[in-house]
Structures are given as structure tokens and as C-alpha cells.
């Protein structure tokens, strides 16, 4: 029983205990200085706590300006107060200012280059002085831009309304503006002014995860709640800190009524700083049900911008993939575009959004797209810009030269004016663009030029001398004559004399968009040069070719802004080289009239294609295109066209390859050949056209619903392919459930859904889908230096009347016909569409979906073209390099000359390694030596390896089972191994014959050493198809062999590890027989010989020929490469021919065993002679 007494004193002692617990501190007032201002702080419990964590008002900052916290307990307070500076921002960082909900930072005097604090700054004028303006020259002696990213981005001063008096004209040739005391002036961007930095405090250029909030204005991180249960159930992340006051209001949204743990510090004890009710307090681990993370947020992905333009239609689109990365105000993309084509140097031209896919899924790029204006002016180079996140950086898209009309010649004209002042005393002071322009307009305007001359534009200023009035411009003349090209520019030209007489002097008079014909003479030799465009080559009229019958070339150099120019001819007509009566037939056909019957003799050229040469593929290339002018857009000529490609098919790849580099010639047959078909204005519902390397298929979908078709088959010709027709409504299920299935391609039926809604039903009727397919890519030859291949066939797909872009992808379904899991959808992007001249393997445009079913990719695109599975080697170089097709020149030569060092030197080691096995067979007693038995082991790898080698290649393995290819790559790879792993036997056993000369051989030699040698390879194999079994894929060399990661771990690798190994036994052999024998028994001419003797057998032996292979793989972009490849080719092929000839040839005893054979070979014929 409890007394009265003791009842008393518990109820006392629990209201003590109570009275002390929810005490509060009291409050404490301070003053601190913060340069020389004065602010008063206090220090306030709010809420009743056995422990709590206080922050004064305002808040209190310390020394390196993070939060101050102060501990009460039980009414105490614990910690002394500090206070440094105080922040009186609730939404903005320290430093800020905070306006109208905006956070402001004023820079100290700084020069042009260095910006705001963050990105996304605006700026505010009105209320500072001394200060930056958002204005940059960015054009060499241009007008102002605007520089902000926002509507006003790359308008001139004068466009914008950003200042009450940007109606003035900003004069001045300094780069930069600023504003002083109330004047708008030009200064240099080396000045020094502060920046005004404008920013919203809840605009982030950062996504965070969901569920997650921005950690604040400059910051790059993102605060995550995540509700826990207990302790052990916490997430494995970075807990929030409290560092800065703005900080507190993002959390308390975050947390809301919970109770959430942010994190822990040394001066809480066991106690975490918890965040409830947008209030902070001390809690146990167990008190709360959340817990607050700092995580990253979520990375960005590569925005890509693509400006096409379609010369057929005269419409400029820009398409921009993953839009969603860019920069936006109000979720609207801040996307400027430009020409040069006015006559401003730069012009911002507007742009309607047409199309945006609305693709959310992780596996489809989103896209939108663009329409761009043109203006009227002619022809000019027009790019996009748009900002990149996080960092706000200007991202350009490609230049595209664009025109709405073709009627006038363009010419570029560059000319010095001196005087100008004699044109406009007034104006003459400041030598703007515009007055510029208006004088060399003016240059013009005599009845001398006006006829023919319809305008001039200013394109260029490369210089300006105010002092003397002089400027160096760059123009660009459209001109109207019924005169041919060259007497165009020679009638020009002699007008521009009238000009040389005053102020003026030409620097340069050139056709902007070709060059003219022309005549050459050189060693006796007269070439005749047709036209031919910008970044075009071009052959002589007369056949004119090398030594190895390649043509002489001659490139038109130049670009639009600065006119063309050929270049020089380096080189002569070979007097050596018989030209085939092929090629001069085809060039009796280019340079003669071509008829429309001309395309069956073309048919009959090309059935036979192993002896077309590089002038050849060039020749007809042309031809075709002439016959393609002439003929009726028929079924018929659609026909004979499809067997003369069908037929080049056939031809030699190299010599196909080689015409593209040089003449863009399959590039030009492609373009001709889908031109001609999609001209063709078909009478059928539908065509299907099969051949050994081409079909062709022909729909129109709103006659009998057919869209597409299928590929069945696995053989080296579509003659013996199963081709279906597909309907719009086929699903991926029924055709990926199809036996053999290869190829499958239809336009979808909520695409034609699209169609029918802006077509009138005569046009639906009409609407034509042509679908191509190759069976090889040998027409798609890229000058690119890159290493990835294409591993599908090829198709083409085309819709009347949609050249542009499409609302809804085309899904094809792709089968590999090579093993890889970096596969990418790529397009044929031609470069007779762009400024390089030559095609391209491009990937925009194109997702890849890979199936369940590994085997099969499907591959959506936006847009239409010849399209592909582009296997993407671990690397890739896809960088222009102007030296590339001489490069390409150099590497075949060396390419063929290691050909045939490397198969001269194959064909010797396969006669000595069967000298070997000769020897072996004959003799017993020299097959029972252990060194012979080794060296045996090692000959039989090394035959196998040399015939799996020439045997296993394409040929072999590209049209069999994908079982096939892996069972020869397999066995391959072991053999390779097993070569080396012999080899490594062989420098143990010389390791005991010349270092460790004491003590006997180890037991069962043979025996260990037939597990190292055909044991050891099966490790390396086992870890490649653990790694993955899928790497035994045809590689570019044409083999079936490991690719990849497991190409590094199964073959690199263990080679290596054997290759350092047997060297260091060389090494300590060399020193043995070099060093120590030569201390104790001096050396003599037959010592030393003996002794080179045995180096020279070592270094074959023991496979140090191929460290110069691993060296020229190291550095082979240098020149030095090209050395250690001769020595290797040299050395390692000759391998079993060295064994053969000291083994057998140069050993005595072995060549002793071989001389009494011949003896008794040659007595038993004289007995049989006699008897």
C-alpha cells in the first residue's frame, strides 16, 4: 500500500519534473556589426522541449555565412550565441537582395566576360547606373544583339523595346554597351561595369526525381522525402543540412504536418533537427516518420537541332530532338533562327511551330518541329540557336543554305571603298552596316548594271578605317541574263572595270555556287573541265587516269559567301595505263546524246560488273542522271533503272567505295534512282519488283489498304525470299511470331489517318508508298572515319507528297545480321544535301526498341529516307577530317601491299610447319625429343590458325545460322589461344635449357605441358561466353570472332599476360648466354654467331613478333604505326617457315637425318634401276 506521504512527494516530484521540462529559455538580445551597420537579433524559444534547436530573428549567420543554430535545454541555453552576419532573405541566398519576389545581386565592376552568379539571369536599367547592357556584337562590325534568352534574343538594338530610347541608333565600333549616368553608350568589352542580376527565386533550371523539391535559387540539388517505419528501414542517402535561412520555407513545404528528420550534427547530441508544422525541434530517431534526402537531380540528355531543307518544295524545317532539355519561360522553348541572306550581315527570321510528337516514353525521343521563314531576298546560309539546361549555353544547330527562288546567278564580289564620306558627309562618321550597304548599292545603280544586276547584298565586312574612310566588304550579286554561265561572268567582270577607275578595288570576282568551265594544259596535256558545284569533284572530259586507273580528280573548293575556285592539278595522265573499251564506251555515251534507248545498253553494260572500274561507276552514274531527264516518268523506265542498280550490286565493294570517296558516284545513283521513283505517277494498286539485291514494292494504301511488306528467308539472294505484303493494321506480334522473318516495314494506319484528314479523296486515291530494300549497303559508302558498320539490310521508304516530316514514326523491324548490343537506327543522310558532298550514316530521327527476343530490333523514325541498323562500335570517331579521303588513298596502298606481304609470308609458314611435320613422320628418333614434341604442339596450332584464318570469313559465315558463326568463332578463338599458350610452353622449356641449367627436366613434361598449352585456352573461352556469348559475332575483318568487352577479357588480355611472360624469359636467357658465358669463357666469331643464332630462333619461338602488333595498335594514329605493322606483317607470318629452317635446315643432326635419307632414297632407285 502506497501512503498518503509518499503519494504527496510522487506528485510533487512529477510536477517539479514538469515545471522543468516545458520551461523556456529566456529571450536573449544581441548586436552585431555588419560592415558598420548595426542590426539587432533575438533569440526566442517558441515551443515547450526537453531540448530544442532555435534560430534567431534574423537569422544569424557564421563565418563562412551558414545558419547558427542555438541548443535550449530545460531552460538553459547550452551554446553561446554567435552571430557574424545576419540574412534577412526568406527566399533568396545570402548576398541577395529581396524585391517584389525577385532576388536581386549587384556584381562589383567586372568586365564583359564575367557573368552572373548563376544562369537565367535578366537584368533590371532603370534603377542603377554604370552597369552592363545585354548587347554584344556579335557579327564583326554588325549591329548590337540582344543576348538574353528571351523573346528579344538576337534582335537588333533598335528591334527591341527593352530601354525607352532603343529607337536611337547606338553608334560606335566597340564590341560592348553599358550604361553610364544615364546615356547608352559602346565601350570596350575589356571595360570594367557591374552586372544587375535579375532572377525569379522559384525558377530552376534543374529537374528534380518525383516527389522531390529544388534545394533553391544557384543550387544543384534537390531535397526528397521519404516516409520510414524504423530506423533500419532508412534509405541509404545524403540527409538534408540546414545551411541558409531560404532554405527553411522549401523544407517546410516539403514536409507539411509530418514529422521529418533533416540532418544530423555532432552539437544535437544522439538528436536529429526535425522539421513539423514549419517549425524545427530535437527528435529520437523514432520520434519521426520521415526522413529528408539530398539527392541529385536528374541528368540531362543531348538535345539535337537539325535544319533540312527541301529543295523540291522550298521549305525550311528545324527539328529539334529531346526538347524538353531546353531552356524554356512559361514552357515555352526559347528557339531563335537566323540567315544572312538580307541585307543585314545577320537577321533573326521567324519560325512556326508545326508538330510536336508528345513522346513520353524513355525508349522514343520526343520531337518538335519548326517551319522556318525564307525570305525574299535569294539565297543564304540559315541556322537555329537555343539554350541548353543547366547551363544556359548556346547550342547552334546545323547551316543550311536556303532560297525561295532560283531565277537569278549568284556572284561574290569582294572590293576595297575608300572615300566613303564622299557618299554622305553625314552619315560617314560612324560606318554602320546599314550605310555600308547603301553604298555599295549605290555603286550600282547606273544603267551599266541595272540590267542585269537585280540586287546586291551586303554579306561580309572585313575591315573598317574610320580615320580614312575605307571599308573591305564582302557582296554578293544576283544577277538575270539569257547568256550562257562563262559569258555571263566574263560580261560581268568587264563592267566591274568601270568601277577600279574611282574609289574602288577588286580583290575577287567568283561564281558563288559553281565553277566555271574551263580549259587546262599541262605536260602537254589539254583536260577540258565541265561546271561543277561547290564541294563537287569533277573528271576531264578526255580519260584521264593513274598508273592503277583511278581518275585524276579536280575538286571546286570554296562556299557560298565567298564564291568558288578549282584547285590546282597536282598530277598527270598516265601514258602507261590501257584504258578498258567499257570505259570508253561510257564516256563516249556521257559526252554524247543520250537517248532514251541508251538505258538498254546500260542494262547490257552492267550485267557483267568484276571488271567496272572507279571512271566507270562515275560514267554511269552520270548517265543515268541523264537518262532520268529524259525519259517519261514510266513503269517501264522505273524497271530498267531497278535492274541497272540490281546489277551494280554485283560489283566489287572496294571499287564502289572508292567511287564515292573520290566522285560521290553512288551517292548520285542512289539520289537518281529515288528520284525517278518517286516521279513515277503509277497506274497499279500495287508493284512488286524482285531481284538478287533489290526489291522494290509499290502501294497506294487508300485503294487496297497495303502499306508495306515482309521479308522472310535466309539465303544470298531475294530471288529465294519470301515477300509479304502487309496491311496499315499489321501489329509487331504477328510479325515478330513469323518463321525467318528478316525484314518488316508498313506505314502505320494512324499515320494515313493523319493524310485523309488534309487530302481531298482524289489525292488519297493517288498517294503512292514506295518501299526499297538492298540487300547489302555496298551503295552507302561513308568518307566519315568511323567504326560502325551496318548490320541489317537496307531500307527506303517514300510517301507522296510527304517530303518533310511525319506526324507518326515508321516502325521497321530489323533483323541483325550481326551480333552486338550496341545497335543503334540510323539514315542515309546524302551529300548531294549538304555542304560536304559526300553521304552519311546519321542516327537523328531514329529509336531503337529492341525486342524481347534479342535478335530483333524495330526502329521508328520521323522522317523519310534509306534506313538501317547501324552496329556502334565501343568507339567511334565522327569528327570531319579534310584529309581523310587522301588518308583513305594511303591506307589502301598500305592495305594492299600488308595483303600481300601477309599472304606470301602464310604461304611460307604453312610449307615449313609441314617441313615439320614431314621430318616428324620420317624420323622417329628426332620426334621422340621432348623439344620436338613441344615444338610440334605448337606447329599444329599454329597450322590450324592459318587455315581457320583464310577458311572462316564472310563468305563462310554470312548467310548460315547464327549457331554456325558461333562455333567457328569459338573454335578460332581457341586455337589462337592455344598458339600462344604453346608458346609459353616453350619458354619454360627454354627456360630450363639456359638459365636453370642445373637439376633434371620436371616429370611428365609432355604431359603438364598438354594441359597448359590445349587446357589453359578453354579459360579464356569460358569467361567470354560467361561474359557474353552473343560477342561471337562477324567482325569488320570478316570473321566470326569475340567482339566488345569480351574481345578485351578473352583474347587481349591472356595474349598479352603470355607475350610479357615469354619476353622476360628472353630477356633472362639473353643475359644468361650474352653476360654470364662470356664472363668465363671469353667469346670468339663462332660463339657469337651461334649465339645470334639462338636469339633469331627465341624471339620467333617464343611469338615476340607480334609485340610490334600490340605497339602499332597503341599509337596507330601515328605515322610510326605504319613501321611496326610492316615489321609485324614481316615477322609474325613467317613464324613456322623460321621454325622449319632452324630446326630442321640449320640443325646439324636434323640435317644429317635427312642426307642419309636422300641416300637411301637414292640407292633404293639404283636398285630398282637394276634389277
Known amino acids: 500500500m502506497i501512503s498518503c506521504e509518499d503519494l504527496t512527494f510522487i506528485v510533487v516530484a512529477f510536477l517539479s519534473f514538469y515545471t522543468v521540462q516545458s520551461q523556456y529559455c529566456p529571450t536573449v538580445y544581441s548586436t552585431v556589426n555588419v560592415d558598420g551597420q548595426k542590426f539587432n537579433v533575438a533569440w526566442k524559444t517558441r515551443h515547450r522541449s526537453h531540448v530544442s534547436a532555435v534560430i534567431s530573428q534574423p537569422p544569424c549567420l557564421d563565418m563562412d555565412k551558414n545558419l547558427v543554430f542555438r541548443i535550449c535545454s530545460n531552460g538553459t541555453w547550452l551554446t553561446p550565441k554567435e552571430c557574424h552576419y545576419v540574412d534577412f532573405n526568406s527566399l533568396c541566398p545570402p548576398g541577395f537582395k529581396e524585391l517584389k519576389g525577385k532576388c536581386v545581386y549587384v556584381t562589383q565592376p567586372q568586365t564583359w566576360n564575367d557573368n552572373c552568379p548563376y544562369p537565367d539571369a535578366s537584368t533590371d536599367v532603370k534603377n542603377y547606373n554604370n552597369i552592363w547592357l545585354p548587347f554584344q556584337k556579335k557579327v564583326k562590325y554588325g549591329s548590337y544583339e540582344y543576348v538574353l534568352p528571351d523573346e528579344n534574343y538576337g534582335l537588333h538594338y533598335s528591334e527591341t523595346d527593352f530601354w525607352e530610347n532603343s529607337d536611337e541608333t547606338l553608334e560606335g565600333n566597340s564590341e560592348c554597351v553599358a550604361k553610364t549616368l544615364n546615356k547608352i553608350e559602346s565601350v570596350s568589352c575589356n571595360a570594367t561595369f557591374s552586372r544587375v542580376c535579375l532572377y525569379n527565386h522559384n525558377s530552376f533550371l534543374y529537374k ?97 537541332l537539325d535544319l533540312t531543307f527541301n529543295a523540291h518544295s522550298r521549305k525550311l524545317y528545324l527539328t529539334i530532338y529531346s526538347p524538353e532539355e531546353l531552356y524554356k519561360i512559361e514552357d515555352d522553348i526559347q528557339v531563335f533562327c537566323f540567315t544572312d541572306a538580307t541585307n543585314k550581315l545577320k537577321y533573326r527570321v521567324n519560325i512556326e511551330e508545326k508538330f510536336d510528337s508528345h513522346s513520353k516514353s524513355r525508349k522514343r525521343r520526343r520531337y518538335k518541329v519548326f517551319k522556318v521563314s525564307i525570305v525574299e531576298n535569294g539565297a543564304g546560309y540559315y541556322w537555329c540557336e537555343a539554350f541548353s539546361l543547366p547551363s544556359i549555353n548556346v547550342i547552334r544547330s546545323n547551316q543550311v543554305l536556303a532560297y525561295k527562288k532560283t531565277k537569278y546567278s549568284e556572284y561574290s564580289l569582294r572590293m576595297k571603298i575608300q572615300n566613303l564620306c564622299g557618299f554622305s558627309r553625314a552619315d560617314c562618321k560612324v560606318l554602320t552596316e546599314d550605310f555600308i550597304s547603301y553604298v555599295c548599292k549605290s555603286l550600282f545603280n547606273s544603267d551599266n548594271f541595272s540590267k542585269f544586276i537585280k540586287n546586291v547584298r551586303l554579306f561580309r565586312i572585313y575591315d573598317i578605317n574610320s580615320t580614312s574612310g575605307t571599308a573591305d566588304v564582302l557582296l554578293h550579286l544576283s544577277v538575270k541574263s539569257k547568256q550562257s554561265n562563262r559569258d555571263e561572268y566574263e560580261m560581268i567582270k568587264y563592267s566591274l572595270d568601270s568601277l577600279t577607275g574611282g574609289n574602288v578595288t577588286i580583290v575577287f570576282f567568283k561564281s558563288s555556287t559553281e565553277c566555271l568551265a574551263e580549259i587546262t594544259n599541262t605536260s602537254d596535256t589539254i583536260l577540258h573541265w565541265d561546271s561543277t558545284v561547290i564541294n563537287g569533284k ?549 660463339i657469337l654467331k651461334r649465339q645470334i643464332c639462338l636469339a633469331i630462333l627465341l624471339f620467333f619461338l617464343l611469338g615476340m613478333p607480334w609485340t610490334f602488333g600490340l605497339i602499332a595498335e597503341l599509337i596507330q594514329d601515328s605515322w610510326l604505326s605504319y613501321i611496326f605493322i610492316y615489321i609485324f606483317c614481316f615477322t609474325a607470318t613467317l613464324q613456322g617457315f623460321v621454325l622449319f629452317t632452324f630446326y630442321v635446315i640449320l640443325d646439324k643432326s636434323t640435317r644429317l637425318l635427312w642426307v642419309e635419307w636422300f641416300k637411301k632414297m637414292r640407292e633404293k632407285r639404283k636398285e630398282n634401276v637394276l634389277f
Request: hydrophobic share 40%; charged share 15%; with cysteine.
Open 538 to 1086: 569533277a573528271v576531264p572530259k578526255e580519260v584521264c587516269v593513274r598508273d592503277d586507273g583511278t581518275p585524276i580528280t579536280r575538286r571546286c573548293l570554296g562556299d557560298f559567301h565567298i564564291g568558288s575556285r578549282w584547285e590546282n592539278i597536282t598530277e598527270t595522265c598516265s601514258k602507261n595505263y590501257k584504258v578498258p573499251s567499257k570505259t570508253q564506251l561510257l564516256s563516249s555515251i556521257v559526252l554524247g546524246n543520250v537517248s532514251a534507248d541508251s538505258s538498254i545498253s546500260i542494262t547490257d553494260i552492267t550485267a557483267n560488273t568484276s571488271d567496272l572500274t572507279v571512271l566507270d561507276i562515275h560514267y554511269l552514274s552520270k548517265t543515268l542522271t541523264q537518262l532520268s531527264d529524259i525519259n517519261p516518268a514510266s513503269e517501264r523506265f522505273m524497271i530498267v533503272i531497278s535492274q541497272i542498280i540490281n546489277n551494280l550490286m554485283h560489283g566489287n565493294s572496294s571499287t564502289l567505295r572508292s567511287s564515292q570517296i573520290m566522285l560521290n558516284a553512288t551517292d548520285e545513283l542512289l539520289d537518281t534512282f529515288e528520284t525517278t521513283l518517286n516521279s513515277v505517277h503509277f497506274t497499279n494498286s500495287s508493284i512488286l519488283l524482285i531481284d538478287s539485291d533489290l526489291i522494290v514494292h509499290v502501294t497506294r494504301p487508300f485503294l487496297n489498304n497495303i502499306s508495306g511488306i515482309s521479308l522472310r528467308g535466309l539465303s544470298d539472294s531475294f530471288l529465294n525470299y519470301t515477300v509479304t505484303e502487309l496491311y496499315s493494321n499489321t501489329t509487331f506480334d504477328e510479325l515478330l511470331n513469323e518463321s525467318n522473318l528478316e525484314i518488316a516495314v508498313f506505314v502505320p494506319e494512324r499515320l494515313l489517318n493523319i493524310i485523309s484528314v488534309n487530302e481531298s479523296a482524289s489525292n488519297l486515291e493517288n498517294l503512292t508508298i514506295v518501299t526499297t530494300v538492298f540487300y547489302s549497303d555496298k551503295f552507302f559508302n561513308s568518307a566519315k572515319r568511323t567504326e560502325d558498320i551496318v548490320g541489317s539490310r537496307i531500307v527506303s521508304v517514300f510517301i507522296s507528297n510527304r517530303e518533310d516530316y511525319l506526324e507518326e514514326p515508321i516502325p521497321i523491324i530489323f533483323k541483325s545480321t550481326r551480333n552486338s548490343k550496341q545497335k543503334q537506327c540510323a539514315f542515309w543522310n546524302y551529300g548531294l544535301r549538304s555542304f560536304n558532298r559526300t553521304g552519311h550514316w546519321s542516327t537523328l530521327g531514329g529509336d531503337n526498341l529492341e525486342e524481347n527476343n534479342t535478335e530483333f530490333n524495330t526502329c521508328f523514325f520521323s522522317h523519310l529516307t534509306n534506313f538501317a541498323l547501324l552496329i556502334r562500335n565501343e568507339y567511334n570517331v565522327d569528327d570531319e577530317d579534310p584529309h581523310f579521303i587522301t588518308t583513305v588513298t594511303v591506307d589502301k596502298y598500305h592495305d594492299d601491299i600488308l595483303s600481300v606481304i601477309s599472304n606470301v609470308g602464310c604461304a611460307f609458314s604453312i610449307l615449313g610447319v609441314l617441313g615439320i611435320f614431314l621430318t616428324a613422320i620420317l624420323f622417329k628418333p628426332w620426334r621422340e625429343k621432348v623439344g620436338t614434341k613441344i615444338l610440334m604442339q605448337l606447329c599444329i596450332a599454329l597450322f590450324l590458325q592459318v587455315i581457320l584464318l583464310n577458311v572462316a570469313t564472310v563468305q563462310i559465315a554470312k548467310h548460315t545460322s547464327d549457331v554456325f558463326c558461333k562455333i567457328v568463332g569459338i573454335i578460332l578463338h581457341y586455337v589462337t589461344i592455344a598458339e600462344f599458350s604453346w608458346m609459353l610452353v616453350a619458354a619454360v622449356l627454354q627456360f630450363y635449357r639456359f638459365v636453370k641449367v642445373v637439376g633434371p627436366m620436371p616429370n611428365r613434361i609432355i604431359l603438364k605441358a598438354c594441359l597448359i598449352g590445349w587446357g589453359f585456352p578453354l579459360i579464356p573461352i569460358a569467361i567470354t561466353c560467361s561474359i557474353d556469348i552473343e560477342s561471337y559475332s562477324i567482325a569488320d575483318e570478316g570473321i566470326c570472332y569475340p567482339t566488345g568487352t569480351a574481345m578485351y577479357v578473352g583474347v587481349f588480355l591472356p595474349i598479352v599476360f603470355i607475350i610479357i611472360a615469354n619476353l622476360i624469359v628472353l630477356l633472362m636467357i639473353l643475359r644468361n648466354i650474352f653476360h654470364l658465358k662470356v664472363e668465363h669463357k671469353g667469346t670468339s666469331p663462332i
Open 208 to 304: 528534380c526525381p518525383n516527389g522531390c523539391v529544388p534545394g533553391g535559387l544557384g543550387t544543384n540539388y534537390c531535397f526528397c522525402k521519404t516516409y520510414i517505419k524504423k530506423q533500419s528501414s532508412w534509405p541509404s542517402c545524403d540527409m538534408a543540412i540546414l545551411k541558409h535561412p531560404y532554405e527553411r520555407n522549401i523544407l517546410y513545404r516539403l514536409v507539411g504536418n509530418d514529422i521529418c528528420l533533416i540532418g544530423h550534427s555532432s552539437m544535437f547530441g544522439d538528436d536529429y533537427l526535425a522539421i513539423h508544422d514549419n517549425s524545427l525541434y530535437l527528435k529520437r530517431a523514432d520520434d519521426a516518420n520521415c526522413v529528408v534526402c539530398k539527392t541529385q537531380p536528374i541528368a540531362f540528355h543531348n538535345v539535337d
